[in-house]
């Protein structure tokens, strides 16, 4: 069993739509959760972090962890066609000794 | 542009071989991740670099191998390879302290064994 787990997708939506991605996982010793975005043929990079769970928002994207179900969330308001790539959840614990990512979900959002 | 630079950016060499692939990291970062992202396993941890000493080891093979030296660039070593080690491998720094949440990833480089 993975330790994350991630839908590949893809995911199609038209400009504008409510993009919700989603990973689980089974390891209840991670805290911290990242969502990374990455386009073709270039490196992740990171969009929101959260320790522990709850929400955090930032500008059109809200992070939501819940430690207790061992689900987290990535939400996209108002999504832009500058929007599609490659959207990749990252969990660890204290340290990186057990540092996972998930498959990643591709994104494509339509003019 | 991250600031991170690799080196080289493609490299294709034959099974049983051995690579070392470069990293620099951005000014002023101390700690360098390493990374391989491939179809089939996806993104992969491998060892973390914090000022010249190893701070944390994840899904690395034993056949791999990485150094940080005193300027803070890193190289990650390759031997024995085998077809299935194709993949892009990634090199990402991050700042001392609280700004380690951030990691900086650089271009990658792609890593064909034939």
């Known amino acids: 069993q993975k330790e994350v787990e991630q839908d590949p997708g893809p995911l199609s939506v038209p400009e504008g739509a409510i993009v919700s991605l989603n990973c689980t996982y089974s390891?209840?010793?991670?805290?911290?959760f990242m969502w990374y975005r990455q386009y073709s043929r270039k490196g992740p990079e990171l969009l929101m972090y959260?320790?522990?769970?709850g929400n955090k928002e930032d500008g059109r994207f809200t992070a939501q962890v819940d430690k207790s179900s061992k689900y987290i969330s990535l939400f996209i308001r108002d999504s832009q066609p500058s929007d599609s790539a490659t959207y990749l959840c990252?969990?660890?614990?204290?340290?990186?000794?057990?540092?996972?990512f998930g498959s990643g979900t591709k994104l494509n959002v339509k003019p | 542009d991250s600031g991170v630079t690799q080196t080289p950016k493609h490299l294709i060499t034959a099974t049983g071989q051995r690579v070392t692939l470069r990293c620099s990291p951005r000014?002023?970062?101390?700690?360098v991740y390493w990374y391989q992202q491939s179809l089939d396993q996806g993104l992969q941890f491998l060892i973390q670099?914090?000022?010249?000493?190893?701070?944390a080891k994840g899904n690395i093979l034993e056949r791999f191998s990485a150094q940080q030296f005193p300027d803070l660039h890193s190289e990650l070593n390759l031997s024995s390879l085998e077809l299935g080690d194709s993949a892009l491998y990634f090199c990402?720094?991050?700042?001392?302290?609280?700004?380690?949440?951030?990691?900086?990833f650089g271009p990658g480089t792609r890593l064909t064994v034939t």
């Open positions: 670099y914090y000022n010249g000493e190893e701070r």
């Open positions: 959260t320790y522990s769970s």
């Open positions: 000014s002023g970062d101390l700690s």
């Open positions: 990252a969990m660890r614990g204290n340290n990186f000794n057990k540092f996972y």
């Open positions: 390891n209840s010793a991670f805290q911290y």
């Open positions: 990402a720094s991050s700042a001392p302290g609280l700004g380690s949440r951030e990691q900086y």
